[in-house]
């Protein structure tokens, strides 16, 4: 069964501090997403990854960074966590051809206190 | 620039109705097409897409949609509601500057009446 997993569901943490979130994938997969959900604004890219150690801004990546060192794993940091970045965050995976579904961690709800 | 657009951020049926959820799309080039469902708690599936070939396409759970080019539509629809189509559904299409990579329309909340 493919999985991706996510390293918390819940999260809480407070002004200023540095964040990671964690996502692994067992299926081999090139593409890795983080996505951020928000009621009514449906789930925006922050950043995109289509290999080891490249990655790409997606639509909002003011205020994160991202990491991948291994192919399986891609990390979402925020250097200094800010109210506005409360938000249920999701991974996804997907093969690198074209028009590939992507498979989604069941998420890590942040809560920035 | 690409858009999708979901008509109703919230839609609610009886069991056993029609389900019908709206989904426009705006795209200069031949797109590519997804509906995706949430279940509570959990992250995104995928229900069905369409890339090429027939219009109408069969996913899981009973559910379908059509392509319509001139009027750029992708409504999903599926017979008959059961208790357990309750859920998050997206509408996508892929992005033309990079095929990995999809818009997400807003979603549409289902709810079922016993």
């Known amino acids: 069964d493919v999985k991706v997993t996510q390293s918390s569901r819940y999260l809480v943490k407070r002004t200023g501090e540095k964040v990671f979130l964690e996502c692994v994938q067992d299926?081999?997969?090139?593409?890795m997403f983080w996505y951020r959900q928000d009621p009514g604004l449906g789930l925006r890219l922050i950043y995109f990854?289509?290999?080891?150690?490249?990655?790409e801004k997606g639509d909002i990546p003011e205020g994160y960074s991202v990491s991948r060192e291994k192919k399986e794993r891609f990390s979402l940091i925020l250097e200094s966590a800010s109210t506005n970045q409360t938000s249920m965050y999701l991974c996804?995976?997907?093969?690198?051809?074209?028009?590939?579904?992507?498979?989604f961690g069941p998420g890590t709800r942040l809560t920035v206190l | 620039a690409q858009s999708v657009t979901q008509l109703g951020s919230h839609v609610s049926v009886s069991e056993g109705a029609l389900v019908l959820l709206r989904c426009n799309y705006s795209?200069?080039?031949?797109?590519?097409l997804f509906w995706y469902v949430q279940y509570p708690n959990q992250g995104l599936q995928l229900l069905l897409k369409?890339?090429?070939?027939?219009?109408l396409v069969k996913g899981i759970n009973g559910f379908e949609a059509e392509f319509k080019k001139s009027e750029t539509s992708f409504h999903l629809t599926k017979p008959s509601a059961h208790m357990s189509d309750a859920a998050e559904y997206f509408c996508?299409?892929?992005?033309?500057?990079?095929?990995?990579?999809?818009?997400f329309g807003s979603g549409t909340r289902l709810s079922i009446r016993p």
């Open positions: 996804a995976s997907s093969l690198m051809t074209s028009y590939n579904e992507q498979f």
């Open positions: 299926m081999d997969h090139e593409n």
């Open positions: 990854s289509y290999d080891v150690k490249m990655k």
């Open positions: 795209s200069s080039v031949p797109p590519y």
């Open positions: 369409y890339t090429t070939g027939a219009t």
């Open positions: 996508a299409v892929t992005r033309y500057s990079s095929a990995s990579k999809i818009i």
